[in-house]
């Protein structure tokens, strides 16, 4: 009998062996990290720009989407004849300078989509801290502009508290830039293509609005506008979250009224 | 020999024989008398393959009371047979030292480069940022096919593709340019069915326009030699050259609603 | 009706062959033609242009040019000088190609058929071809034996020979006279480095070089030496014995290329403190081959350094490199100066910014990361980029020693602070050969410098440039990335493990056959494993 | 051993487990002494360190409870089929059957309290936030666990006493009882790990896990799919330790009888483990597609990142999987009288698979060194490269399948003489139902080259599907064929040779390899977190490590498995007689 | 090929090539240059053979000559009285140029006239060709003959004929020929960069080469037109053609 558990035993640790031999033979890869960062108040510009670099191309994961022409607006040359985005970013809303607005745009980028892209792009103080998204911030800001980050950013504003301040105000700030009554005009200043195709135009990650006054009442409309975490249209459940629920305080009743009508208008 | 042949163990050493042969010079050689380009096998697929096929024998000649004991036989006469003392004593020297030697050959320190894992076809971005402009790569064609005239295209790709492409890429398109040998990796082989056969246009322009620098990090930007082209020829001699690739080569383009790339990961 | 059947399929067969037999009779001969003008059209002309003449689009990339072949010279022949070739002599050629030049082989690209009708459709570009008698090869004999006194004889020979006014007296290329060589188109034209002949066109076989010493290559400056010997100057053995000291120059086989680079551990001696010390003789050699940087603009399509030999060994504290590489000069050399402004002429104001003006020196740069990289990832081989710096030392032959720089992109090394400066250089010139030792202690006070660990694969490139051959800037011969292997002491496990496997093994295999055996003996069934069968 | 166990040595240590756990719940509960004390988030443990200390712990609990959780399942269908087919000997297996998960159960809960000591005291951070999220699950847990375990108890205990009539109804009852138990305990522990792989998407780095709703957290993106597929899983590995633990028996065996009661036995094991194999994959396309949807870039992780390289050594496993049980099969006909007209089709059948096996795990992109790679041309192989790629391994997998219900299907015919007046019809029917299919696959396998992606997608579904069709309609005119059919001799079990057992532990070994390699998949793909993109592991082991090191640590957990499930059976086989079902005599399975 | 010497420069300066004919009425048949042309298949005609002779004026500024650097070569520097110089353009002391050659371009076409048998010597002396410019007929030997005993190679490249690139590492002699006129074949020495001559291979006899005197003399067939028989000069610099009807009406310093 000691034979036969012997026998067990060669076979059972061979065929274990002969798994682990075969494993450890070919390609080993291992998940990368991303470094934790932490800064004294009186961090360097250089030392910001060091690590936000490291973070966009490493664990970041910026330079997936934001690296030379991919799937969001190109950062580091050049996005359609605007130059960098350190050249760029104080332009992008009216009353953020660079710094507040590439701060916002990471902390809640679908306030701030940019045209032509489709909102992809998470919040990313979920999966960084305040000191990485401060780095990030001045890594952006030296990609042609200046960098103003410093250690009074992370240590004052920093945190969660502060992303969590500056999205109302991202919000209102990318608001009403539109005082138009015209439909389509408020429909563009506020971005409602981004994520809405009509008449071939848009992204696809909410319901379309051609033919969308056929298949739903005005009523309806306004209320998903309103409230759009109240149900959404089926198949779209997914992106519900993706709907800002500020558009009640954006538009005016006026406005409010035209785009609903504009959009049961369309059957 | 044909009594050989009929006994098991005869039997599957000619397998053997036979697979390895197929495995090592077969599939070299034998697509090319059908037109079909192959190369040669790394060792390690040879290793993988020759493994497979010794675990089927092993399986065959003990999946048969009768067949195993056959099998087996001739090994155990060696083991007890007063007859065969040398073959005995020399197996019992040899095999110790194979196995010595194979030990030996694998602890000792090796200086081997570490191995690159290199995507050769990362997918495509969706649109790239093109001297300036914003291209979308995604169901982008090849203006030039339905433009001006396809002759005057191929001239100038052609012109193209001489005065820049050449010393990689080679003459024939095979890769073997005079200057490939200073690569690693080797230029792509345009003759391949698994390079731009594979490819839309779109994707064969993202490659030539953002070169090496432009690649994802699979595709190991670091080492690959391409140049970013766009520094070089206009959109109109990257679509040129493009029409060149797959008329000298003999390939059509991919069309679009596939998808490239899909078929990555193992 | 079975037997009409036969009929039928006999008669059937019958036409099917006649039919083939007539088609192959009608698409015979002008299907030929047809074959080696599209073909040509198709492969050839690129270089050689649609009329032969050597002017194809290509053409102004390229030096040596490409043939033209409207003048029917061809340099590799198997019959006299100024005779035209045979058709097995353009046969060779597209089938082998030009290694030195960018004519490719193209044996695996084109059939037989296709390879065929070129030989033929070649012909008709000049017209010489089709005058007076087919030409014929020359029977070359057999070669004789290689031995020291042949090789001295041929030594010799090659002095009385005069060849060294070319190829130099150790056969780098360097002669007095390369300076002014120029082809049958007029272009400058390199004497062979006789020390690759790997790279010889025509072949690097003791036959093949004695058959371009007895029939020259036509179009280039290289004579024949046929009339020396009908002229009894020197015998056809003596020749042979030439062709036997050429190729000794070489080494034994073409270096295969080493993606590693090894350096020995020294660790009962000193290591060398000079670049032509002995010592360098033990360690094993690796080759790198370089080719022309045409990445970045400008960009070189003339590099004349193609390849380097890189040796290395550490003794723990310190890692010493050396690099030998054939370069016909030490630039600046006023000999050169006149072939430099007509390669700069030639192969440079197609690109971007004029080359460096004044004199310029040899360079030679040694690239690596700043730091081992722990994944596959690594800088841009080609001097970095601006996110992944690389990590230099710098030679160059107008100033002593080296210096540790910092680049980001090709044409960007800034040099590290002098206090970071650890790398020590030295470097001779002789006879058409740089031989370079750097020196640097493997690990560093300095952050931005690499330190350099054992026992892994560090990744290093290498650029060379020659300042005679008009390089500077970004005109320089580059190589991606290979790696440096500082070896370790060796693990006792290595000596250990196969005795134990031995002994492990050995035991096993008694122990199975004193088994069995036992087992015999005692007259049990062998069948221990099928229990119950009967 | 008797009926009667020793019941303080068999019991202790699940009583152990659960007080352990219930107490720790107390301890660590939002307001618990615990948790106002922990200053730190991490300990270590000596040695391995946290991340393999864990680890192990984890996936040893995880096997014993795979093998605890999929036995009950089949033990009841035995006992079903013995209670309506009136065939006691599948009765005495499903006893047998729940005599090994009594004394798997203690293992389980062992492992279970010492996981949970572990992760409160080396992650106490993520424990507190677990729990304040999870704590009513955790106690509904613990409670099931108790019933779950007075339930098994009663199971086998009563076996003899409710042996009959309505009484053995219950008794049945009672078996269904203990799968919706254990069932429901895994599905609430599913739940814990899921939410760590995919929380909600409002949950974010501030939620307070106090805020978190349970409910959301509980059926998270990945719960359900997670759950089908370890019930599937759990079935084929109870069935392959079943397999080999019979194959042991047998191997051990003094007497004839004896051998043929587990040779039989080891065969049922292995037809359940092969039988719900063949689901498994489909169960997996569901999990990889939620994962996907959750997150690409964690699906992208999985299948293209850092981990693509394990999915060749998957292919491997089931290779291996593949080969052997097919051979167990045909090696098995050799009991089997009239099986001798098959036998000549092994090996045609085998030279299918072991192509089968080349293609599959024919790499897309080949390891080569440099000079191979430029004689290659790239990494990708001219010729082979066509093998590389989703087209060529879905044509492999689908005819290796094929071929395993072939080598099942002749081997059910081995025996059987059929009587019916349209059997060679209906056989050659079949024939042509397998050519068809094997046609249908290569057919869509090599068009699938020449068609988009998005088609190509499609035909991996009617290739699936042909082969389910072929199964079903196959099986369905076997059976007709079958009926009344005159046996050429009944099928001498237990004469089998020892090789066929051996073939069994490889079997058992890779699947419970396999296992935890996949478990490494799962759990590795949310890398640096405890909770994906919501707690991050800060911790020096925050990387996932490479395949080479889990498969060290897989291998050490499979060993540490087997030990003790050697152990185990070890200690209880001490004193006990066989329960012989008698198949020796009978033919027929 | 011209090394040091702007080509453009010199061809700018206004080269007039000035002709002195004396085409009298009788004369020798057969030029001095071809080598003793014995009449045997086309004899001259004695009643409409003449002599044309006539000098080369170079006007405009006589480029300055290279000076070879013949350091490398001390044997030939030896040979040398004064530094060694170039020979492309030769301008006499009273402003004649040498080494023009000098042939009957068209109007022999119907004639055909025996190749000599004695062969032309063309000597590598002093590191130069001796002569630098020199007429042979198709099928006449050329020996080409090494006097510096060290390596010369004679690189000749025609376009009508085929040519040859033979080696002479000592003193020694080899012998070649050309099937078909071809003016001008050149050749050249790869290992003496400085060393080209220039061979007129002509299907006549009549040709020569303007040297250091002030003369240049060459037979000219009178045929029955008198005016279609054409002079060519070839001055070896740039091989530019000047052709000039042989009518015998030239008179001296006549500018062509």
Redesign the interface.
Known sequence: MWQTNLKVLAVVLGTVAVFTIVSSSIPQLQSVVPEDLSFSGDVTAEELVAAGQALFEGAGGCADCHGLGTRAPNLLTDEAGTGQIGVRCARRVTGQDCKAYLFNSLVDPNALQVEGYIPIMADMSRTLSSEQLWALVAFLQSQGGEVTVTGADIESEGGVESAGAAQPAAVTAAGPTSTSSDPVEIMTANACLGCHVMDGTGAPIGPSFDGIGGRVSADYIRQSILDPRAGASEGYEAFIQLMPATFGEQLSAAQLEAVVQFLADRR | MGKHLRHPLGQSVTVLVAAYLLIKFGIVYLPPLIGIASAPLPSSVVLQYMITVIVGLLLWVSDNEERWAKFKQPMHRVMVDPEQKVARAVLLLATPLLVAFVTFDRVRPSVAAPVSFRSIHPAPPGQIDFQGRTLRLTGLENPLRSRGSEDEHLEEGKRIYYQNCVACHGDGLAGLGHYSQGFNPVPLSFQDVGTIAQLTESVVFWRIAKGGPGLPNEGGPWNSAMPAWEDFLSEDDIWAVIMFLYEQAGHSPRTWGEEPGEEGGH | MRILGVVKGQLGAAAVLALFLLGAGAGGVSGQEGLGKTTYDKWCSGCHGVDGDGRGVAAEYMLPRPRDFTLALYQIRTTASGELPTDADIRRIIDVGMPTTTMPGWEDLLSEAERDALVDYLKTFSRFFGQGDEPQAIDFGRATKVSDAVLTEGREQYQVMECFKCHGEFGRGDGTSATTLEDAGSFPIRAADLTENWKFNGGGSVEDIFRRLRTGLDGTPMPSYQDVVDAGVITEEQLWSVAHYVRSLAPEDAPGIDEVIRAELIQDAALPTTADDPAWDEVSVSYIPLVGQIIVSPRWFDPRVDGLWVQAMHDGQELAMRIRWSDPSQSPDPDWAEWKARIIDLMAPKEGDPPEAGPTPDRLVVQFPKEVPTGLERPYFLMGDQRNPVYQWRWRSDQPGAVEAEARGLGTATPLPSAEQAVTASATFADGQWTLMLRRPITTESVSDLDFTTGEAIPVAFFAWDGDNGESGTRAAISSWYFVFLEEPTPATVFIAPLAAFAITGGLGLLVVGRARKREQEGIVTEDETPDEA | MSERLPSGARRWPLWLGGIGLVTLLTLVSPDGILAQEISRSYRDFPLIGSRTAIWIAAEVHLLFAAFVLGVPMFAVVAEAIGIFGKDRKYDKLAKEFTRLLLVAYSATAIWGAILSFLLVTLYPRLWVYLTQIFAPSMWAYAGLFFLESFTLYLYYYGWDRWAEGRAKLMHWGLGIMLNVFGTTVMFIANSWLTFMMSPPADVTPDTSPAMVQFWSAFANATWMPINIHRIIANVVFGGAIVGAYAAYRFLIAETDEERAHYDWMGYVGNLIAIGALIVLPFAGYYLGREIYEYSPGMGQTLMGGFMSWLWIIQAFLIGVLFLTGNYYLWVGMGRIPGAERFMPYTKYMLIVLVVGVIVWATPHTMIASRAEIAAMGGTYHPFLGVLGVMSAKNTAVNIMILTTFLSFLLYRRANKEPVVEWARTGTMIQGVLFVVCAGIVIFYGIYGYFVTAIVRIGFSVYQVLAVIATIFSVVAIDVAIGRGAKSRGAIRWGQMPERSQYALFILAVTFTWLMGLMGYARSGIRQHWHVWEVVRDTSEYASTPALGYASQIISVCVLIFFGLVAFIFWVGGLAEKPVLSGVGSEGGD | ?F?GIDLKKVLAATVAVFIATGCGGGGDGGGDSGGGAAAVENPVDAATAGNISGSIAFEGDAPAMQTIDME?EPVCADKHASTPMTEDVVVNDNGTLANVFVYVKEGLESLQFPTPSQPVMLDQNGCMYRPHVLGVMAGQDITIKNSDG??H?????P?EN?????????A???TRSFRVAEVMVPLRC????WMTAYIGVLDHPFHAVSGGDDVARLACQRTDQPADGTLVFRPALGLHDRVEPCSGEHSPGKTL
């Open positions: 090929m090394d490398e060290l390596l190679n004679i690189n000749a490249s376009t085929r040519g040859f690139n033979m080696s002479q590492p000592v020694m002699e080899g790869d290992v003496h960069g």
